[in-house]
């Protein structure tokens, strides 16, 4: 639950830092290197990747049985060496 936490406020932060600073860049002039365009690009790239994040925080997946008995004896194994 710790993790599903983390990850959220991760991804609902990083959304609202994008989000900000590509209205910040939006409102900048014209240069002529296009920095600010080429930049707020890269911002609304990372939203979309914090979007995925904040979904898979929110939904609720749970493992496969067989994948939990393969972690049972991968722990076991490693306590036993």
């Known amino acids: 639950m710790l993790n599903r936490t983390i990850t959220l ?3 609902i932060a990083t959304l609202t830092s994008n989000g900000l600073t590509s209205l910040l860049f939006a409102q900048l002039p014209d240069d002529t290197y296009h920095l600010a365009s080429n930049f ?3 911002l609304h790239f990372a939203n979309i990747l914090s979007i995925f994040g904040f979904i898979g925080a929110v939904r609720v997946c749970y493992p496969s049985p067989p994948n939990i008995n393969l972690l ?3 722990r076991s194994n490693m306590h036993s060496a």
Do not use: D, E, F, H
Request: glycine fraction near 0%; proline fraction near 0%.
């Open 9 to 11: 406020v991760v991804a």
């Open 72 to 74: 049972t004896r991968i």
């Open 40 to 42: 707020s690009w890269y």
